[in-house]
């Protein structure tokens, strides 16, 4: 029974697509990187495993995003909260695992012994397990978001008012976190990361490693949204998000329908932080800035709302666009991604993933004013119903 | 004791040498001339030697003493034979006597000076200073000494403070002198000067007193003595309890004139429009940055207008911003009314462009924006209690501009049509308001009181390409809090969040104040999601 929902998910096409990106992952790139000698054209050199690593992890995050924005209408500003919490759960146990390899030889990590501090503070307690701390990946950023979902969505906070208090939830942690007595390496966060589970965590091996089960993750997350969104459970979301009243006097309470997906939202957001910190090599409190989480938001807006390929190609869009602008012309990467900010939301309200469905209502609008100019009645198609509120 | 009456009893032949000596010398030629052995041994004698001799100097506190200690603090004073010389330049002068020596020794030493000398020195120039005729020198003097006076000058100190009229030096030599009776003098004395150490508001002598009282001083004490510093204690601490509550909420104040001004352009564009304007904060950056192009100009074209710089600024600041704000609404958030998400985006992007503009255009860093003479220094209200004029300034000028936004929205044509369309767009359209052209002036005006914001704020802190940034989640707790569409709840969120912020801060650390002042907001939206003033009836659903 489920194995045939799972089937029905996508049509022929779809799991095609979806093979393919698996052969890219699992083929493709550790033959070009590990197997292809280093002087060869052919050869994938780590910068570019290590990038497209880190936009896999940006991706897990935009369909999250999709999830509560695009799907249920609520725009998070604070999803760079739950990545950082989740990557810092996973840095924990990385630290611990630096073991008596760092500068001061101590067992505590180098900025406890810097703060003088004799023992670890209780909330580290276990994090030399790694599946405990798997477990904090997920529970962290998940309670949290159900705690502050609850609270908010109970009183009905909406719209462009749980923006705005998520956004300061995430400053808040952010100020929370550069103090040193936090215990989480205030400023510099975790760093000099040495093993994970016992491999070296340099080696290209272990690089590969890392980027084949970050895009597994990524393609059980796309599998897992499209079963939400398909489900009648889905179909509830997008009724709130464009018409909640309606669906409140309809009988549905929509405080649990939001509070799952948002839950859960966290969680994705969560598991994505862990796989993105021992690939980057470094977790800090500037991952909790306002304005990496709307950088979030302009990634499914670029992609599409309310399609769940478009985030992911929002987010391969603008971080491919941000490493190559960085590079090339630094000082005006803040112009560029300014006017896709501006640009997106004036032009394309449905993302490069509506491109085609935009054009073709344009032109079938066109057609049918001809057609009327021409005498003939013709009913013009009904405009596309707005995606998001 | 004997440490005490050391020098003193050094000094003595000192000082009855100087005045014999000043009485013979000043038939010669006009000034002073110190004792010839004590300047011999400053320029000859071992380390102690030294400071003995610089002690004597202090106690003879004449005028030369002050020149000679100059000069060997300076590194002028030299030793040439058996003669002790001050040589500035070409001219050398006998630092006895002030003789001019010529020609110029071709051999000589200069005179060695030590850290522990150099200290002795510093002491010692200041208390010659406190005799000078000059407030400012006087003011500096007792200062320096307020750190570390020794016990060779007390009397000078105490003479000094005899003399002074001034009433800001006064009771600081008085604490100096107490300072250093305490530590030295007779019971009798001691007593009094725990007393004068508890009628101070010196933050200092709580310190001393508690030093006192746990006997870190090492010297016997004897039960009265405990009880008047305990008394005297109480009395202090009192005081500055006082002065410190007073002092949190004036800057409660401050920051909550400062959130003000920030957050009364969002209470219009979004509270009133519905706008929500993440660009909000590089508006007031804009303002800002007008100030300060505004005291570049005077200081290159009108220097001698210097200090009305300010004044000029205001408006200046005000149209830059409101412009930008008016051109922002006419190319862009125009197209964006009802879709509230779509908004906070594209404004968004626009606060990432004109950040990026003002970071090529003025550089990345920070600029310098001075305050205008008549903004600088304070009311001292007690010691630890300064009231920065700056703030008071800005205070007021939140105030005026609170009243002035007011008025224009009550009061005036534009604010009559602001409210109507605010109320029910469509029923104003019909009576003939051009809704699209209120529109704008409104998104103007909002801007305009954000540029008002950045010109205060120039005034008390960085302006660089970030200001912005910092004050637009504060800016929007307010917004929040105070409630949509109503202005009163927005002076009343930024005045509470601003007190309520600094005495968190005084408790428990910035950052924790901040986090417990959103906690607070998230919680207190539980109660009343609308904010503190909720529109009521039928518009209450917008």
Same mark, same amino acid.
């Given at each position: 029974? /489920?194995?045939?929902?799972?089937?029905?998910?996508?049509?022929?096409?779809?799991?095609?697509?979806?093979? +393919?990106?698996?052969?890219?992952? +699992?083929?493709?790139?550790?033959?070009?990187?590990?197997?292809?000698?280093?002087?060869?054209?052919?050869?994938?050199?780590?910068?570019?495993?290590?990038?497209?690593? @880190?936009i896999l992890c940006y991706a897990i995050v935009a369909l999250a995003m999709d999830l509560i924005w695009g799907y249920t209408g609520i725009l998070s500003l604070g999803h760079g909260l739950f990545f950082a919490l989740g990557g810092y759960a996973m840095g924990m146990y990385l630290m611990r695992m630096i073991g008596r390899e760092g500068q001061y030889k101590s067992d505590l990590p180098d900025f406890m012994v810097f703060l003088d501090w004799k023992d670890f503070p209780w909330y580290w307690s276990f994090t030399d397990n790694f599946w405990y701390c798997a477990l904090l990946v997920v529970l962290v950023p998940g309670v949290l978001a159900f705690v502050f979902g609850y609270f908010a969505f109970r009183s009905r906070i909406k719209g462009v008012?749980?923006?705005?208090?998520?956004?300061? /939830?995430?400053?808040?942690?952010?100020?929370?976190?550069?103090?040193?007595?936090?215990?989480?390496?205030?400023?510099?966060?975790?760093?000099?990361? @040495?093993?994970?589970?016992?491999?070296?965590?340099?080696?290209?091996?272990?690089?590969?490693?890392?980027?084949?089960?970050t895009g597994f993750t990524l393609i059980a997350a796309l599998l897992l949204a499209r079963f939400i969104v398909l489900s009648k459970f889905g179909r509830v979301l997008t009724a709130i998000r464009d018409a909640e009243s309606r669906v409140m006097f309809s009988g549905y309470d929509p405080l649990w329908y939001k509070l799952s997906v948002w839950t859960l939202s966290a969680v994705l957001c969560g598991i994505a932080g862990a796989l993105y910190v021992p690939q980057i090599g470094i977790i800090n409190p500037g991952e909790m800035s306002p304005a990496n989480s709307i950088e979030i938001a302009i990634w499914v807006a670029v992609g599409g709302r309310g399609t769940?390929?478009?985030?992911?190609?929002?987010?391969? /869009?603008?971080?491919?666009? @941000?490493?190559?602008?960085?590079?090339?012309?630094?000082?005006?990467?803040?112009?560029?991604?300014?006017?896709?900010?501006?640009?997106?939301?004036?032009?394309?309200?449905?993302?490069?993933?509506?491109?085609?469905?935009?054009?073709?209502? @344009?032109?079938? /609008?066109?057609?049918?004013?001809?057609?009327?100019?021409?005498?003939?009645?013709?009913?013009?198609?009904?405009?596309l119903p707005e995606n998001a509120a | 004791m004997r440490r005490f009456l050391q020098p003193l009893i050094a000094g003595l032949p000192a000082v009855l040498a100087a005045i014999v000596f000043a009485g013979l010398i000043a038939f010669v030629r006009p000034g002073f001339a110190l004792d010839a052995r004590t300047v011999e041994q400053l320029g000859f004698g071992e380390s102690d030697d030294k400071v003995a001799a610089v002690a004597a100097l202090v106690a003879a506190g004449d005028a030369r003493a002050l020149a000679v200690l100059e000069a060997l603090a300076e590194g002028d004073l030299y030793t040439s034979?058996?003669?002790?010389?001050?040589?500035? !330049?070409?001219?050398?002068?006998? $630092?006895?006597?002030?003789?001019?020596?010529?020609?110029?020794?071709?051999?000589?030493?200069?005179?060695?000076?030590?850290?522990?000398?150099?200290?002795e020195v510093a002491a010692a120039i200041a208390a010659l200073s406190l005799a000078s005729p000059d407030r400012e020198a006087r003011l500096a003097a007792a200062k320096a000494l307020a750190g570390g006076a020794e016990p060779a000058m007390l009397p000078l100190i105490k003479k000094a403070a005899g003399k002074e009229a001034d009433p800001l030096i006064k009771p600081m030599l008085e604490i100096i002198q107490a300072t250093l009776e305490l530590q030295e003098g007779s019971k009798e004395t001691r007593l009094a000067a725990i007393r004068t150490l508890g009628a101070s508001n010196n933050p200092n002598t709580k310190q001393l007193l508690l030093a006192l009282l746990e006997n870190k001083d090492g010297s016997a004490? %004897?039960?009265?003595?405990?009880?008047?510093?305990?008394?005297?204690?109480?009395?202090?601490?009192?005081?500055?309890?006082? !002065?410190?509550?007073?002092?949190?909420?004036?800057?409660? $104040?401050?920051?909550?004139?400062?959130?003000?001004?920030?957050?009364?352009?969002?209470?219009? =564009?979004?509270?009133?429009?519905?706008?929500?304007?993440?660009?909000?904060?590089?508006?007031?950056?804009?303002?800002?940055?007008? =100030?300060?192009?505004?005291?570049?100009?005077?200081?290159?074209?009108?220097? %001698?207008? *210097?200090?009305?710089?300010?004044?000029?600024? #205001?408006?200046? $600041?005000?149209?830059?911003s409101a412009v930008v704000g008016m051109l922002l609404e006419r190319s862009v958030i125009r197209f964006l009314y009802g879709r509230p998400l779509e908004t906070l985006l594209a404004t968004w992007g626009i606060s990432l462009l004109l950040m990026q503009l003002v970071r090529n255009v003025f550089g990345a860093q920070n600029v310098q924006?001075?305050?205008?003479?008549?903004?600088? !220094?304070?009311?001292?209200?007690?010691?630890?209690?300064?009231?920065?004029?700056?703030?008071?300034?800005?205070?007021?000028?939140?105030?005026?501009?609170?009243?002035?936004?007011?008025?224009?929205? =009550?009061?005036?044509?534009?604010?009559?049509?602001?409210?109507?369309?605010?109320q029910n767009r469509a029923m104003a359209s019909c009576m003939g308001v051009h809704t699209a052209r209120v529109? =704008?002036?409104?998104?103007?005006?909002?801007?305009?009181?954000?540029?008002? $914001?950045?010109?205060?704020?120039?005034?008390?802190?960085?302006?660089?390409?970030?200001?912005?940034?910092?004050?637009?989640?504060?800016? *929007?707790?307010?917004? #929040?809090?105070?409630?949509v569409g109503q202005l009163a709840g927005t002076v009343y969120a930024a005045l509470g969040l601003g007190v309520v912020n600094k005495f968190l801060e005084a408790w428990s650390g910035a950052v924790l104040a901040k986090i417990m002042v959103l906690v607070f907001i998230i919680v207190f939206i539980q109660k009343r999601p609308q904010g503190l003033f909720a529109l009521k009836g039928r518009f209450a659903d917008g």
């Open positions: 029974m /489920l194995t045939r929902r799972i089937f029905q998910l996508y049509g022929r096409c779809g799991w095609l697509a979806i093979a +393919l990106a698996l052969g890219v992952l +699992l083929i493709a790139f550790p033959v070009l990187n590990l197997a292809v000698p280093a002087g060869s054209a052919l050869h994938l050199s780590d910068y570019w495993v290590s990038l497209a690593g @880190k008012y749980f923006s705005i208090i998520t956004q300061a /939830l995430t400053f808040a942690f952010m100020l929370l976190f550069f103090r040193n007595d936090t215990g989480f390496g205030g400023n510099n966060g975790f760093t000099d990361f @040495k093993r994970i589970l016992d491999f070296r965590i340099a080696t290209p091996e272990t690089r590969m490693g890392l980027f084949i089960i769940l390929i478009g985030p992911i190609l929002g987010a391969f /869009l603008v971080n491919g666009a @941000k490493s190559w602008f960085t590079v090339a012309f630094p000082e005006y990467w803040l112009y560029f991604l300014g006017l896709i900010f501006i640009g997106v939301t004036l032009f394309l309200p449905q993302g490069v993933a509506g491109i085609a469905a935009q054009v073709r209502a @344009k032109l079938a /609008l066109r057609r049918a004013m001809a057609a009327e100019a021409g005498g003939t009645a013709a009913t013009p198609p009904r405009p | 034979g058996r003669q002790v010389l001050i040589i500035k !330049g070409d001219a050398a002068h006998d $630092a006895a006597s002030d003789a001019a020596v010529t020609p110029v020794p071709e051999e000589r030493d200069e005179v060695t000076v030590n850290n522990r000398l150099r200290r004490q %004897d039960d009265d003595i405990l009880i008047e510093a305990q008394r005297s204690l109480r009395a202090v601490e009192g005081r500055l309890a006082w !002065g410190e509550r007073i002092g949190q909420v004036f800057s409660g $104040a401050s920051l909550g004139s400062i959130l003000l001004l920030a957050a009364l352009g969002l209470a219009i =564009t979004y509270g009133l429009m519905g706008v929500i304007n993440m660009a909000h904060g590089e508006l007031i950056m804009i303002g800002a940055y007008a =100030t300060y192009v505004m005291q570049n100009l005077f200081r290159t074209y009108a220097p %001698d207008w *210097f200090n009305a710089y300010l004044i000029v600024a #205001v408006p200046v $600041a005000f149209a830059a924006v001075e305050n205008p003479a008549w903004m600088s !220094g304070g009311v001292a209200l007690l010691s630890n209690v300064v009231l920065p004029y700056n703030r008071i300034v800005i205070i007021g000028f939140a105030l005026l501009v609170l009243l002035s936004v007011w008025l224009a929205l =009550t009061r005036t044509r534009l604010g009559l049509f602001v409210r109507g369309v605010t529109d =704008t002036w409104c998104f103007g005006l909002g801007s305009g009181i954000a540029g008002l $914001a950045g010109c205060a704020l120039s005034q008390i802190g960085n302006v660089g390409p970030d200001l912005g940034q910092s004050y637009i989640v504060d800016s *929007f707790m307010v917004v #929040v809090l105070g409630g």
